[in-house]
């Protein structure tokens, strides 16, 4: 199946459809599939697509229907479209020949930097059942430094949460979170010397 779906809605569009249709097969990305929806054209519009479709390297379909508007031909090219992503053109406008290219290419990183942030923050989660407001691996510590531990996951998350809604670069991502959990680390080990007495001391 294809990954992108150009879905082109048309009507009475024989004067422009070529050139839009040639700017799709121009794609530098392969795995797409062209999808026009013929809202009830009068004119060559189909002839054109057909023929054009034809001697291209991608998929398609013509898919006819009655003068519906626009809106109505793009509702039926995603019904029809079997892509994960769809791209919608209109008749009268034109690709650039990366477009497609580079706008998957985002996609993917965005979806590797949410991965990698997502991973950080699970990870940390992990830290804080091991970690309790007070004690460290079984040893009290005093309430700064548990103030301190909860500080520094707090942060840890909250880069988290930022790098998914702001989209950061998964390479910065990954560096502030490794920073924080090394942080988050450290005063693991420090707080480990930080004793409250105990009552048998007092």
Known sequence: MPFVSVVIPAYNAAEWVAETIESVLQQTYN????????????????????????????PYRIVDQENSGPSSSRNRGCRTA?????????????LHPRKIEVQVGEQHGRAEHQRVALQAAE??????????????EGRA????VGLALGLALGVALGLAGAAI?????????????NATAA??????????????????GL
């Not at 079997?82 to 034109?94: E, K, N, P």
């Not at 942080?183 to 048998?200: D, N």
């Open 31 to 58: 795995d797409l599939e062209v999808i026009v929806v013929n809202d009830g054209s009068t004119d060559r519009t189909v002839d054109i697509a057909e023929e054009i479709l034809r001697k291209g390297r991608f």
């Open 82 to 94: 079997r892509g994960t992503w769809i791209q919608f053109l209109d008749a009268d406008d034109l």
């Open 123 to 136: 990870l940390l989660l992990g830290e804080q059942r091991r970690v309790t407001a007070h004690q460290v």
């Open 141 to 144: 510590v005093g309430p700064a």
């Open 165 to 177: 809604a702001l989209d950061m670069p998964a390479a910065r991502t990954a560096t502030a979170l």
């Open 183 to 200: 942080a988050l680390l450290t005063l693991r080990v420090i707080g480990g010397s930080f004793r409250r007495p105990s009552r048998a």
